[in-house]
């Protein structure tokens, strides 16, 4: 059983960074897809950013340039480095896991981003 924590959320003023991290369990950690995804109150849940094994990334049009997605292979670990923050940013943010078509995913942690 693949199991995710994630951890970095919190109140930060608009033009700041947070760097986000997620631990994950279980061996197929290095072998996976991993992602960041958000989810603000009324809207969808949308994509931020995925990760291949090989280390191949996709970002959402609204992040392109000012989001980084990384992974600590060694470390079970996948981040999120997000800078230049704006308050659309503001979302519940969800690390997922997948390999084969399952997805796994995270509890998730919030983002505030408000002066």
């Known amino acids: 059983q693949v199991q995710l924590v994630e951890s970095g959320g919190g109140l930060v003023q608009p033009g700041g960074s947070l760097r986000l991290s997620c631990a994950v369990s279980g061996s197929i950690f290095s072998i996976a897809t991993m992602g960041w995804y958000r989810q603000a109150p009324g809207k969808q849940r949308e994509l931020v950013a995925t990760i291949t094994s090989r280390g191949s990334t996709t970002y959402g049009a609204s992040v392109k340039g000012r989001f980084t997605i990384s992974r600590d292979n060694a470390k079970n670990t996948v981040y999120l480095q997000m800078n230049s923050l704006k308050p659309e940013d503001s979302a519940v943010y969800y690390c997922?896991?997948?390999?084969?078509?399952?997805?796994?995913w995270g509890q998730g942690t919030q983002v505030t981003v408000s002066s």
């Open positions: 997922n896991a997948e390999f084969r078509g399952i997805d796994s």
